[in-house]
């Protein structure tokens, strides 16, 4: 009885060390943000090939600090690099969603097949983002934070 007891105690302590691990995860939000959002856009894009289609979202602000750099844009279950253009104290962030279907070969034969790529399953970010919504990662001397928009 004893025993069991110093098992759970000891049970205890490890789940507990292991839960607060997973919560010390690089999602740090500040309290005060470096810079302002004046303007979200979306804009919608087809292309000439059947199935070629996307977005860019893009967001314009201004930022007085002079080392930050930003890096991913989140959207649905999406991410994308950040294209920066900054021109003094303003930026402008732009990210490209492409959703474009691949061709794949589709036949009776067994081996047909061959080279088709197995879709994507699951969220490819950690957020669980809406339709109107993304979040930033931007980096600060070298430190991560995320801002959702």
Known sequence: MKYLKKIYKLLLIIILVFSFNQCKTKDMVQKNLPFTINEKTIQKWVGGKEGSNGLIISIKGST??????????YYK???ENI??????GNFT?????AFVKKDMKMTNEPLGEYGNEAPQLGNSNPFNLKENEVVILYTIAGKEYYHKI
């Not at 962030?93 to 969603?97: I, K, P, R, T, V």
């Open 64 to 73: 007085i600090s002079d080392n930050i750099y930003f890096k991913i844009m």
């Open 77 to 79: 279950s999406f991410e």
């Open 83 to 88: 294209v920066a253009d900054f021109q003094g």
């Open 93 to 97: 962030l732009n990210s490209n969603f």
